[in-house]
Nanobody, 116 residues
């Protein structure tokens, strides 16, 4: 079955950085579009970035463009999200998903808290 396990979250100061990882198994990772979404307290899921399998095309939400970088390593079935220039409004639970639009299948999440 599909398994997605996120890690790397934590507490960061405004302006700081974190690197999230998502270990994937149970499906054809290398041929799948992969996505990061997040959910802030009291809010719905927000799509933030996707990466396609073929040539690695990447897409970002305006809220994170220029600050976050999505990448993947198909050799070890791992998805990454580099978070730079963090803002307090980036505080959320971050999830990875193996779909561009349907985020029903996602991991347990990793918490990112940005606070001074």
């Amino acid at each position: 079955q599909v398994q997605l396990v996120e890690s790397g979250g934590g507490l960061a100061q405004p302006g700081g950085s974190l690197r999230l990882s998502c270990a994937a198994s149970g499906f054809a990772f290398s041929s799948s579009v992969m996505t990061w979404v997040r959910q802030a307290p009291g809010k719905g899921l927000e799509w933030i970035a996707s990466i396609y399998s073929s040539v690695g095309n990447t897409y970002y939400a305006d809220s994170v463009k220029g600050r976050f970088t999505i990448s993947r390593n198909n050799a070890n079935n791992t998805l990454y999200l580099q978070l730079n220039s963090l803002k307090t409004e980036d505080t959320a639970m971050y999830y990875c998903s193996n779909s561009r639009y349907d985020f029903t299948t996602r991991g347990q999440g990793t918490q990112v808290t940005v606070s001074s």
